[in-house]
């Protein structure tokens, strides 16, 4: 298993330098700030980094400790941001960002062990009303309304 880890952790290295190297097609800076190789560059060479660091802790483990697959209390705290990602592809364009962040933020939370229901319901409004209006009206980046409801 822990060779596994090792090989899995080289083939991320891998493709994060393969992004790393492409983002220096494209320029760093433009008029207006960072351009559009910058933050792929940024991400690049921090997956590099990341990757590696995980090598070398696979390589630090004696052979029978490292596991390949988490234990099966982990699995929920795992799967339910898939799942939550999942509903929100395929929810946003039919129903749109806000009401789509409005169900889908208190969900993870909930399932993810946040019990206080203030947090759950400020965070459940800022996530999806406030992004909405902070990103479709102040930096006008164009975002679904939603075509069953239109608002």
């Known amino acids: 298993m822990r060779r596994a880890g090792q090989i ?3 083939c991320f290295v891998a493709l994060f330098a393969a992004t790393a190297a492409l ?3 494209y320029a760093f800076f433009d ?3 960072p351009g559009p190789g910058f933050f792929p560059l940024l991400l690049g060479l921090a997956g590099v980094l990341l990757a590696a660091a ?6 630090r483990q004696p052979a029978g400790e490292a596991a390949l697959l ?6 929920p705290v795992l799967l339910c941001p898939l799942a939550g990602l999942a509903f929100v592809a395929l929810a946003l364009e039919p129903i749109g960002f806000r009401l789509t962040l409005l169900l889908a933020l208190p969900t993870l939370l909930l399932l ?12 459940a409004i800022v996530g999806s009303l406030g992004v909405f209006h902070v990103f479709y ?5 164009p975002l679904p309304f939603g075509a069953a409801l239109g608002w």
């Open 8 to 10: 899995a952790s080289l």
């Open 23 to 25: 983002a220096t097609n």
């Open 137 to 141: 009206y102040w930096l006008k980046v």
């Open 54 to 59: 995980v090598f070398v802790e696979r390589r």
């Open 31 to 33: 008029a207006l700030g």
């Open 70 to 75: 988490p234990e099966r209390r982990l699995w």
């Open 112 to 123: 993810l062990g946040a019990r206080h229901p203030v947090a759950i319901g400020l965070s």
